[in-house]
């Protein structure tokens, strides 16, 4: 069950999960290694996932996206001491900023569990994934017209919710 399960998903989002990826590091075959790196993970930790507290395209985009901050990050120990002492800690990254930041991510993806699934799947896709009101139009067999209308509304919804609960 669990193969079966795991080849239908890689399937459907392994191109979407190299699109993702290759946004965001220049290097061709980086991302496609980053890619199955997110994959084997998850198939190492299907077991874990629950279909109660997320989709499993929100599982994959956070996987890429862990994967992608540990690229990162270990590309930044390879640079030479010179380079690396130009990009020193800026204030933003403080412990301080850095535990708000976490603290509003969690009240932000709180909020967006309280909108509708095809809402929230919208959001997802355009601020998260990056993808273009096109692109989610034909992902939930809409309107490019009716995505920007539920997502202005679902944008409001959200602001609502967050608004209500103190930020």
Not at 22 to 35: G, P
Not at 80 to 105: C, F, I, K, T, Y
Not at 132 to 145: D, Y
Request: aromatic content about 10%; proline content about 2%; glycine content about 4%.
């Amino acid at each position: 069950m669990e193969k079966i399960f795991f080849e239908e998903i890689y399937r459907q989002y392994y191109s979407n999960i190299c699109h993702y990826i290759r946004k965001r590091i220049s290097n061709q075959q980086d991302s496609e290694e980053l890619a199955s790196e997110v994959f084997t993970n998850f198939y190492k930790r299907i077991e874990e996932f629950d279909e109660s507290k997320c989709s499993v395209s929100t599982w994959l985009y956070v996987i890429a996206s862990n994967r992608l901050k540990n690229y990162y990050r270990g590309r930044r120990e390879e640079l030479p001491l010179e380079a690396a002492d130009l990009q020193a800690v800026s204030e933003e990254e403080s412990p301080q900023n850095m535990m708000e930041l976490e603290e509003m991510r969690r009240e932000l993806l709180d909020a967006l569990k309280m909108l509708p699934l095809k809402e929230r799947s919208i959001l997802i896709q355009k601020f998260y994934m990056g993808k273009s009101g096109v692109e989610i139009a034909e992902n939930l067999g809409l309107t490019p017209g009716n995505v920007r209308v539920i997502q202005k509304r679902s944008l409001e919804k959200l602001r609502k919710i967050l608004e209500v609960h103190g930020r």
